[in-house]
């Protein structure tokens, strides 16, 4: 039996009647890590010890009798800006290249009470500042459907390990896609969560307002079981919502009778790759079809998202990346003086993409270009976010592509970054409106996954979570397998 592309619940059902145990799936997936980290690269740190000593945990639990959670003994991974105390968590960066946190953030914890096998931290693009994962300190992670492709970014490396087989799911952070468009790329499912909903306590910050953790699953009934899991209030995050959390797997009805779902036209112009613009229509014309209502909406402030992005998270990243100075811990070159040990510290530790947000958020920050630009930025956030309002009171939710393309070349944007943020364009809006969204798999492009984006109210993952589920189970085009021997066969050729 190949254990290797079963879903968590598919997998739990098995563990649960005894028919395997959590060693033996844990042996299988890191089998299958050490098979293809060396072409695909999804992990920055395999933590393969500690993961048969929690499956043998689970293991010994159920052999008392013990009642235990959904995902008990099931591999899974974390994006490496999530702490794990004991565990190196490196933000893909040589400046926290030796960082090992003295504690757990919450979402670490809240999967060990779950009893969920931790394999490792992956990678992603340093510090979480990129969309291909090609911004890596260390090395860039391939797209496990073609290895000449990137897996998007920054979550690259989950996205890329759950669509591998690697493990059955993963955490990514999102600021500004950072979840959508690798789920997207790699034909995986992606939630960003509401913000506030997940908390970020124990999340190395990149923009703080936007940042969200999110999940990376293979099917939308392991979604909602992750979503149980993480979600919930936390005191120690000043952020986090004080709103119940519902079973999140009541949402899973396969009906859209009635819904109504908003088409925005500013997202389905210019820059949409034709094939792509095809894939959308294909599952607006299935939702109609299930008894959805679909109907076009204007956001007419959404041209003036990216921008605005682009102020508010590199001058947010400017503030929190302040702290990584060579004095408390990562990266220190010794140097004559102080200020010398600041800036050469910073100066080797740092990778290009993130001095370039440095500068840029420090710029928007400074005297004389503060009202000029950041409060200006602000300002569009509010137009933005009172746009999605305004849709919100006719339609239940919406639907767009993920990204305007499927996945790109490696290096093919890698010297423009103008054109490597545009691939963000759909998602951005989303964070800095604060509202969740989710990227489902719906066809491919030339033997590379789409995604499709459905963005719904603030708290209301349950609507988007019953649509999802429900293309899921009227169309066979949101479950796109990788063909991992024509892949590696591919890779040794280019």
Same mark, same amino acid.
């Given at each position: 039996?190949?254990?290797?592309?079963?879903?968590?619940?598919?997998?739990?059902?098995?563990?649960?009647?005894?028919?395997?145990?959590?060693?033996?799936?844990?042996?299988?997936? #890191?089998?299958?890590?050490?098979?293809?980290?060396?072409?695909?690269?999804?992990?920055?740190?395999?933590?393969?010890?500690?993961? #048969?000593?929690?499956?043998?945990?689970?293991?010994?639990?159920?052999?008392?009798?013990?009642?235990?959670?959904?995902?008990?003994?099931?591999?899974?991974?974390?994006?490496?800006?999530?702490?794990?105390?004991?565990?190196?968590?490196?933000?893909?960066?040589?400046?926290?290249?030796?960082?090992?946190?003295?504690?757990?953030?919450?979402?670490?914890?809240?999967?060990?009470?779950?009893?969920?096998?931790?394999?490792?931290k992956c990678n992603m693009?340093?510090?979480?500042?990129?969309?291909?994962?090609?911004? +890596?300190?260390?090395?860039?992670?391939?797209?496990?459907?073609?290895?000449?492709?990137?897996?998007?970014?920054?979550?690259g490396g989950s996205a890329?390990?759950?669509?591998?087989?690697?493990?059955?799911?993963?955490?990514?952070?999102?600021?500004?896609?950072?979840?959508?468009?690798?789920?997207?790329?790699?034909?995986?499912?992606?939630?960003?969560?509401? @913000?506030?909903?997940?908390?970020?306590?124990?999340?190395?910050?990149?923009?703080?307002?936007?940042?969200?953790?999110?999940?990376?699953?293979?099917?939308?009934?392991?979604?909602?079981?992750?979503?149980?899991?993480?979600?919930?209030?936390?005191?120690?995050? +000043?952020?986090?919502?004080?709103?119940?959390?519902?079973?999140?797997?009541?949402? $899973?009805?396969?009906?859209?009778?009635?819904?109504?779902?908003?088409?925005?036209?500013?997202?389905?112009?210019?820059?949409?790759?034709?094939?792509?613009?095809?894939?959308?229509?294909?599952?607006?014309?299935?939702?109609?079809?299930?008894?959805?209502?679909?109907?076009?909406?204007?956001?007419?402030?959404?041209?003036?998202?990216?921008?605005?992005?682009?102020?508010?998270?590199?001058?947010?990243?400017?503030?929190?990346?302040?702290? @990584?100075?060579?004095?408390?811990?990562?990266?220190?070159?010794?140097?004559?003086?102080?200020?010398?040990?600041?800036?050469?510290?910073? +100066?080797?530790?740092?990778?290009?993409?993130?001095?370039?947000?440095?500068?840029l958020g420090t710029y928007?920050?400074?005297?004389?270009?503060?009202?000029?630009?950041?409060?200006?930025?602000?300002?569009?956030?509010?137009?933005?976010?009172?746009?999605?309002?305004?849709?919100?009171?006719?339609?239940?939710?919406?639907?767009?592509?993920?990204?305007?393309?499927?996945?790109?070349?490696?290096?093919?944007?890698?010297?423009?970054?103008?054109?490597? @943020?545009?691939?963000?364009?759909?998602?951005?809006?989303?964070?800095?409106?604060?509202?969740?969204?989710?990227?489902?798999?719906?066809?491919?492009?030339?033997?590379?996954?789409?995604? $499709?984006? $459905?963005?719904?109210?603030?708290?209301?993952?349950?609507?988007?979570?019953?649509?999802?589920?429900?293309?899921?189970?009227?169309?066979?085009?949101?479950?796109?397998?990788?063909?991992?021997?024509?892949?590696?066969?591919?890779?040794?050729?280019?």
């Amino acid at each position: 039996m190949s254990l290797t592309g079963l879903t968590a619940h598919e997998l739990s059902e098995l563990l649960r009647k005894r028919e395997i145990s959590s060693t033996e799936l844990t042996e299988r997936h #890191l089998d299958l890590i050490n098979a293809l980290e060396g072409k695909i690269n999804a992990f920055v740190t395999v933590t393969g010890e500690d993961a #048969l000593k929690q499956a043998r945990e689970i293991d010994e639990r159920r052999a008392r009798g013990e009642e235990l959670p959904p995902l008990a003994g099931i591999p899974a991974a974390l994006k490496d800006n999530m702490c794990t105390k004991g565990v190196k968590t490196t933000c893909s960066s040589n400046i926290l290249y030796n960082f090992i946190p003295p504690y757990d953030a919450t979402v670490t914890e809240k999967l060990s009470a779950a009893g969920a096998v931790i394999m490792g931290k992956c990678n992603m693009d340093e510090f979480a500042m990129g969309s291909s994962t090609e911004n +890596s300190g260390f090395a860039p992670t391939r797209n496990p459907h073609d290895l000449r492709a990137v897996p998007g970014g920054s979550s690259g490396g989950s996205a890329a390990s759950v669509a591998a087989g690697e493990v059955v799911f993963s955490l990514g952070s999102d600021t500004g896609g950072s979840i959508r468009q690798p789920a997207s790329f790699c034909g995986v499912i992606g939630l960003k969560p509401t @913000y506030g909903y997940v908390s970020r306590y124990g999340l190395i910050a990149f923009a703080s307002s936007l940042d969200q953790i999110g999940p990376f699953t293979r099917d939308m009934t392991d979604c909602a079981l992750v979503m149980n899991a993480i979600f919930g209030h936390d005191p120690k995050d +000043s952020t986090s919502a004080p709103v119940e959390v519902p079973d999140f797997t009541g949402f $899973l009805k396969d009906d859209v009778k009635g819904l109504k779902i908003g088409i925005p036209k500013e997202y389905m112009q210019s820059g949409i790759d034709p094939q792509v613009a095809v894939a959308v229509k294909k599952a607006i014309e299935k939702l109609e079809e299930l008894g959805a209502f679909c109907e076009e909406v204007s956001l007419p402030h959404t041209e003036y998202a990216l921008p605005a992005y682009y102020i508010i998270a590199p001058a947010e990243a400017s503030s929190n990346l302040a702290r @990584y100075d060579g004095v408390r811990y990562g990266l220190r070159v010794e140097a004559d003086d102080t200020i010398s040990m600041f800036n050469e510290t910073r +100066s080797r530790g740092f990778g290009e993409e993130v001095k370039r947000r440095i500068m840029l958020g420090t710029y928007a920050l400074s005297s004389g270009y503060y009202d000029a630009y950041y409060l200006k930025a602000l300002k569009i956030r509010t137009l933005v976010k009172q746009d999605f309002d305004e849709a919100f009171k006719k339609f239940d939710c919406l639907l767009t592509p993920t990204s305007p393309t499927s996945a790109f070349d490696f290096g093919e944007k890698a010297d423009d970054p103008l054109s490597m @943020y545009m691939s963000d364009i759909c998602t951005i809006p989303v964070n800095l409106a604060g509202i969740p969204a989710l990227s489902l798999p719906f066809d491919t492009v030339n033997g590379r996954p789409v995604g $499709l984006q $459905l963005i719904g109210k603030a708290f209301d993952e349950g609507t988007l979570l019953r649509v999802a589920y429900t293309l899921e189970q009227n169309t066979d085009l949101t479950r796109p397998k990788p063909d991992l021997e024509g892949a590696l066969q591919n890779g040794k050729q280019s």
